[in-house]
């Protein structure tokens, strides 16, 4: 089946199906006449398991440690269900808090935030969480996406510099001096433009929508 088929027979979208690929969480076989996907009623099932898993809440991580058997069905939906229980907890504690301004605050201008900001502070010791947890994991990603490409930038500039160093020493033909030196340079302009894209998704949410169901 092509992608399309697939997507449609599991009842989820293209996008979803290149993500959980890139998170290896499916390896669908390629045709050898054209390097195309082809997907079979296997990979179909496993999108569907992963579906499944995924509107539970179940990480991406977690997946890949079930499909490795590294991690059993019962120890995931155990976990999975005392972090709802504490989900659920820190829900009632924000409710808490909104009711608190229904109740007490007479408006926006005469808000005293101090107030229930220390409310929140002292909630927050006992392990109630308000912080956004998406915005968390944007912000890791983010920092990742960063260093991976200052590691690579910087091994190609190390790279252009010991080139330049053994041409002093050892002189090579300017053409060829120049050629390796620009496949470098291009090799850091392409890694800061993927850097640039990437930067872009996940600001502007491509990722998390490709993540959901």
Aim: aromatic share 6%; proline share 2%.
């Amino acid at each position: 089946m092509k992608i399309n088929q697939v997507a449609e027979l599991v009842g989820i979208t293209s996008k979803n199906i290149r993500f959980y690929e890139d998170q290896g969480l499916i390896d669908p076989k390629r045709d050898p006449s054209n390097g195309y996907r082809e997907y079979s009623l296997e990979d179909a099932e496993q999108l569907k398991k992963i579906r499944l898993l995924r509107q539970l809440g179940v990480s991406c991580e977690n997946i890949r440690k079930l499909n490795s058997g590294d991690l059993s069905l019962e120890k995931c939906m155990s976990d999975r269900i005392r972090e709802l229980d504490a989900t659920h907890s820190n829900i009632e504690h924000t409710k808490v808090i909104c009711s608190m301004l229904s109740d007490e605050a007479s408006g926006l201008q005469n808000l005293d935030a101090d107030k229930y900001l220390g409310k929140i502070r002292d909630m927050e010791k006992g392990g109630v969480r308000f912080m956004n947890v998406n915005r968390s994991d944007v912000k890791k990603r983010r920092s990742g996406a960063i260093i991976a490409a200052a590691a690579v930038v910087i091994f190609m500039i190390a790279a252009i510099a010991l080139i330049i160093w053994a041409d002093g020493i050892d002189p090579a033909p300017k053409g060829i001096l120049i050629f390796m030196i620009a496949v470098f340079g291009i090799v850091i302009v392409g890694v800061l433009i993927a850097l640039s894209q990437r930067l872009k998704e996940l600001k502007g949410g491509e990722l998390d929508e490709a993540d959901k169901y």
